[in-house]
C-alpha cells in the first residue's frame, strides 16, 4: 500500500451543479500558518467564500479537514472538522465530528473535501483516491439517518449523511457520521440545500505515516501515558462518559432546570453519569481511534441505544424538567434519525414550553411533562405542524412571539447546558465564541467550576484566560485531536499538577499572562512535529490558533457581528436564582472591553485593521 506522510495536501474540491470535481493542492505556507483541521478548512472556506452569501444558497460552501493527526494512531486522532455558514447564525459554523468518515477520506488519498454549488435533484457521492462519481440518491431521500447509513454500508468505508431534517432545510439539522456527529449549526441544512445526501469514502488506499516515526511514537506514548495518568480521562470519561459532568454541573449551581431558571433539581441524581453507568452502561462507543474512551452504549428500557452526553441530558433532559434517562436516550434517538442536534432542539423546546406558560405562544408543551416531546422532535425533522417553526430555532421564534429575556442563545446558536451564573469566565467565553454561545470555544466551565484552576466568581484574569483557551482550543481542533484530551495535557504537568490550587488561582488572577505561558502544551506540537516534520514550539503552535481565531471573527464581522452581539441571555445577565443564595448574574460588560484589548479588536468588538495585518490575514 502507498503512503502519506502525514498530510497529503490535496483536498478534493466537487461542484454539485454541474458534478464535476477538481484537485486543491494546499499551499505549504497555509498548512504552517493553519495546521490543518479546523483551521485548514477555514482558511480553505476564508479563499472561496463571498461574504453576505445565503447559507442555503448554492453559493455557499462547506469545507471539511481531517488534519495531521488522522490516521497516525495519535491520541484521540479520529475527529474531523467541517466550515460553513450556518443557517441558524447566518454566520462562521464549524463543527467537529469522530466517525469514521475523517479516517476513510484520508486513507482515500484526500485530506480534505470542499463541496460547492447545488444540484436538482437529490444524490450521494463516491469518492475514492480517482475522484468523486455522483448516484442518484432518490430512493434513500426521505428516509432517516440508520436507513441512509445502512444503505452505504458496502459503498466506503465511512459516510456523512444527513436526515429528513436536513432535507426539509431545518435550521439545526445535523450531519451523521457513523454514531457521532457534526451537530451545531445546521450543516445538515447546508447539504440538504444542495441536494447531497450523503457522501461515501473508500478508504484504505493509503497508509498515513508519520514523518520520524521513532520520535512520534515517543511523544504518542508520554501523551497517552498522561492520558492513562489523568483521574478525569482515565477514570471519569472512560467509565461515565460526558454524563460525569452532572454532578459537578450540579454542585456549582450550573446545571439548566427549566430552561436555566434554576441550577439543581431533588432528582438529579436519577440522570447522573453514575447511576447511567451503573444501570444503563453496557460498553464502549466511541470515535474511532481514542485513547480516552468516553462514548458508551447502554440498556435503556428494551432498547440498546445510545448513553446521552452530558449536554443533551442538560437541554434535552433537565432544562425540559425531565429527569428520566431512559426518555432522554430515547429522544436522542430520535434526534439522531431525523437528524438534528440535541443542544438546539432541547433550548427551542425549553423555550416553547415558558413561552406557553407565558401564553405568547400555543403549545401544549409543559416542563415536566415528557408525552409530546417524541413526537414533536420527529414533527421537526419531518417539517410538520408545530415542528415547521420549531425548526427554525430559538432566536427565529422569540423574534416572532416574543420572550427573549428568556431565549437561551447567543449570535443565535442555542447555550450549551452550563448556566454561566456559576463560572463568570465561562459567561464570558460563550459571549466571545465565535459560533455563538459554545462551550468549547474557550471551555472555561472546565477551569473555574471543574477542576479550579481559576477563580470562579472574580472578574479579574477573566479576560486573558478566556482569550488564552480560546487560542488553544483552535489549535487543538487543528491537529484534529479530542478536546477533552487537555485534562491530562494541562492537569498532568508537575506545576499544575503538585502546586497547590490556591496558588495557581492567585496566580492565574494577578498574573495570567506569565502564570499561562508556563504550562507546557508540548505533547501536541510535538507529536505534530513528529508527524508532519513542520517545527513548532509552544507559541508557535498557539499563535496558529489565534490566528485561525481571528480569521474566524473577521469573518463574522463581515456578515455583521459587532459588539452587540458579544453578548448573553437576559437571564444570564439579569435574573437570579432561588438555589443561588447571592443572586449572582454574569457581569459581562465588565470583562469585555479588556477582552477586546487584549484581541486587538476596536471597541465596537472588529478586528483592528492591525491586527489583521499582524497576523497575515489579508482583505480580499
Ligand atoms: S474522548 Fe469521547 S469525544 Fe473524544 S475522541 Fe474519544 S470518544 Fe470521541
Known sequence: MKEITGLSNRVLEINVTDQTYSVYEVPYEDTVKYLGGKGLALKLFYNRFIAGTDALSPDNIIVFHTGAYMGTGAPCSGRFSAVSKSPLTGIIASSSCGGPFGMALKTS??????????????????IDSGGAKFNNAESIWGKDSDYTQNFLKDRGAGTIAIGPAGENLVNYANIISGNRFLGRGGMGAVLGSKKVKAVTAKGGEFKIVAKNREEFKKNRSAFIADINKNEFTSIEYRKYGTASNV??????????????????????????????????????????????????????????LQVPEYETIGLLGTSLGIFDPVAI?????????????????????????????????????????????????????????????????????????????YAIHTKGLEAAAYDPRGSYGHGLGLATANRGACHLSATMMSL???????YKFRIMGNAYITMFMEDLNFAINSLQTCQFTIYAVFGERYLTKYL?????????????????????????????????????????????????????????????????????????????????????????????????????????????????????????
Not at 381 to 402: F, P, V
Not at 448 to 454: D, I, L, P, T
Open 247 to 304: 454532578k459537578p454541573a450540579i454542585k456549582n449551581l450550573m446545571l439548566p432546570v427549566n430552561n436555566f431558571r434554576d441550577g439543581t433539581h431533588p432528582d438529579f441524581e436519577n440522570i447522573t453519569g453514575e447511576e447511567i453507568g451503573e444501570n444503563h452502561t453496557l460498553g464502549y462507543s466511541t470515535c474511532k481511534p481514542c485513547s480516552i474512551l468516553c462514548g458508551h452504549k447502554g440498556k435503556f428500557g428494551d432498547r440498546v
Open 448 to 454: 473555574q467550576a471543574f477542576s479550579r484552576f481559576s
Open 109 to 126: 488519498g484526500w485530506d480534505g473535501l470542499i463541496i460547492n454549488g447545488a444540484s436538482d435533484k437529490p444524490v450521494w457521492i463516491e
Open 500 to 620: 497547590p490550587g490556591i496558588i495557581i488561582r492567585i496566580l492565574n488572577l494577578i498574573i495570567p499572562q506569565i502564570a499561562l505561558q508556563v504550562v507546557s502544551v508540548k505533547h501536541y506540537f510535538r507529536t505534530y512535529t513528529s508527524i508532519t516534520g513542520i517545527k513548532l514550539n509552544q507559541y508557535k503552535f498557539r499563535r496558529c490558533g489565534k490566528r485561525g481565531h481571528l480569521l474566524e471573527r473577521y469573518m463574522n464581522t463581515r456578515e455583521g457581528i459587532t459588539s452587540k452581539d458579544d453578548t448573553l441571555p437576559h437571564r444570564f445577565l439579569y435574573e437570579s436564582r432561588t438555589s443561588d443564595k447571592k443572586n449572582r448574574r454574569v457581569p459581562l460588560h465588565k470583562m469585555l472591553r479588556r477582552y477586546y484589548w487584549y484581541r486587538g479588536y476596536d471597541r465596537n468588538g472588529i478586528p483592528k485593521p492591525s491586527t489583521l495585518k499582524k497576523w497575515g490575514i489579508t482583505i480580499p
Open 329 to 405: 436516550a430515547e429522544w436522542n434517538e430520535t434526534c439522531k434519525l431525523v437528524g438534528i442536534d440535541t443542544i438546539s432542539a432541547g433550548a427551542t423546546l425549553a423555550w416553547a414550553m415558558e413561552a406557553g406558560e407565558n401564553k405568547i405562544y400555543k403549545t401544549n408543551l409543559k416542563f415536566g411533562a415528557a408525552d409530546l416531546v417524541n413526537e414533536i422532535l420527529e414533527d421537526i425533522g419531518y417539517n410538520r405542524g408545530a415542528g415547521t417553526e420549531l425548526g427554525k430555532g430559538t432566536r427565529w421564534l422569540s423574534e416572532k412571539y416574543g420572550g427573549k429575556e
